[in-house]
């Protein structure tokens, strides 16, 4: 099971990296949204945003909509540098968070891979350490 897994991982990482990219296109329209769902999302994506200091899913700031004011504060930047622009007379992050998420998500499939590999090598070892000691024990 664990060589299915790294196998199933490492063969299909190009299609996951291109189903989270149609998932967070999706998502990026929960954030001008008004209804309950937008709601939990927004709320999520406020705390996400202040965490890894970026703003919006795919457009930035724009991908809030009218809910921007709401949202103002997690997108905020301290100071005008080389990691903010403006928006509606305001500095906000120039980062969106899509790198963020998706490097993320590369790492740690890359993590399942490694992991899957490597515990299976190390199984192997012990099946053939196990098989050299069954053998000495037989020749006695």
Known sequence: ????????????????????????????????????????FQKTMV???????????????ADWGRNFEEAYESCKCSSPSDSCITYT??????????????ASVSNHLDIVIGLSFGLAAVEVLGMVFSMILFCQIEKR
């Open 1 to 40: 099971m664990q060589l299915t897994a790294g196998i199933l991982a490492a063969k299909f990482k190009p299609e996951t990296e291109r189903a989270l990219k149609a998932t967070l296109r999706e998502s990026a329209q929960l954030l001008s949204q008004t209804n309950e769902k937008g709601r939990k």
């Open 89 to 102: 007379g305001r500095y906000v992050y120039k980062q969106t968070c899509e790198p963020v998420i998706r």
């Open 47 to 61: 705390t996400f945003q202040k965490e890894f200091k970026c703003c919006g899913l795919i457009s930035g700031a």
